[in-house]
């Protein structure tokens, strides 16, 4: 029989139901900050997401989560060649095909291009740090010694960050909304993959912030059909491809090595 929880855990769970929280609301004021011009949102965006993933840090380091945030951390270059099929996804989100038929285009001047370049990696360091740096670890922690254990963090922290986006029914409609949060629950998998392969959060930043703007910036700065017949062909190509290696990669993996994402606490 599991003895009582203790103050110091009650503590830690009702500062991660308050995160939680922050979460959401930091989330829905993004959503609410429409009158602004363009350059001002995402310069707003930016501060307030960056801000966000410095309290989910400091969350991190609360919870002796923060292993994962050393950047050297894991010099494997196996690990590193082991994840490169997960980029070629997020690369991928580009429209190729159309862009180089002349179907669609980019039309902001590069300034544009590089602060919204900026706005996805202020994402990606946001969303990261509190969906896999503290939702998916924190789950994972008791589940870690067992591949359905882990399997079924990774799940259900995948499952909350693709809900987190029922947020965008204020801005969106209902069908971009549900398919936003089936491929933000794929993403967010193959973070959580990422991170458990390499043990390095910031692989898992660089590769969110590549999957937000590779396959938004044309939809956002530019011009033109971007889904083809053609090109939904070859991403899906792409996108099979990889998820039938992820789930390779994912049997391949070593239970040991979830507890190695923890250090020695």
């Known amino acids: ?30 959503n609410l900050s429409g009158d ?4 001002v949102q995402m310069l707003y965006m930016c501060s307030t997401r960056l801000i966000g ?8 380091i609360e919870f002796s989560f923060d292993k994962i945030m050393n950047p050297l951390g894991n010099k494997s270059c196996i690990a590193l060649l082991a994840v490169i099929p997960a980029f070629a996804v997020a690369v991928n989100n580009f429209p190729f095909v159309s862009f180089f038929s002349g179907d669609c285009g980019l039309d902001a001047p590069i300034e544009q291009i590089l ?14 740090m509190a969906f896999r740096g503290c939702v998916l670890m ?19 922290s995948s499952v909350v960050f693709g809900l987190i986006h029922l947020i965008n029914l204020f801005t969106s409609s209902p069908l971009a909304v549900l398919l936003q949060i089936g491929y933000s629950a794929l993403i967010g ?7 458990l392969a390499t043990k390095n959060i910031w692989l898992c930043v660089l590769l969110h912030a590549t999957y937000n ?21 070859f991403t899906a190509a792409v996108a099979v491809a990889v ?8 049997f391949k993996l070593p239970v040991s090595r979830a507890k190695e994402l923890y250090g020695n606490n």
């Open 53 to 60: 993933g410095a309290v989910c840090a400091i969350f991190m």
């Open 36 to 39: 602004a011009s363009w350059t």
């Open 138 to 156: 924190y789950l994972l922690k008791s589940r870690k010694d067992s591949r359905k254990g882990i399997f079924m963090a990774i799940f259900w």
């Open 1 to 30: 029989m599991k003895g009582k929880m203790s103050a110091a855990q009650r503590a830690r769970k009702i500062l991660l139901l308050l995160l939680m929280v922050a979460l959401v609301a930091i989330e829905i004021s993004f």
């Open 213 to 233: 703007f590779v396959g938004n910036v044309v939809s956002e700065l530019g011009n033109g059909e971007m889904w083809t017949l053609p090109q939904m062909i």
């Open 243 to 250: 998820t039938a290696y992820c789930v390779w990669l994912f």
């Open 115 to 128: 602060l919204y370049a900026l706005f996805c990696l202020s994402v990606g360091i946001f969303e990261e």
């Open 189 to 195: 998998a193959l973070c959580s993959l990422v991170l």
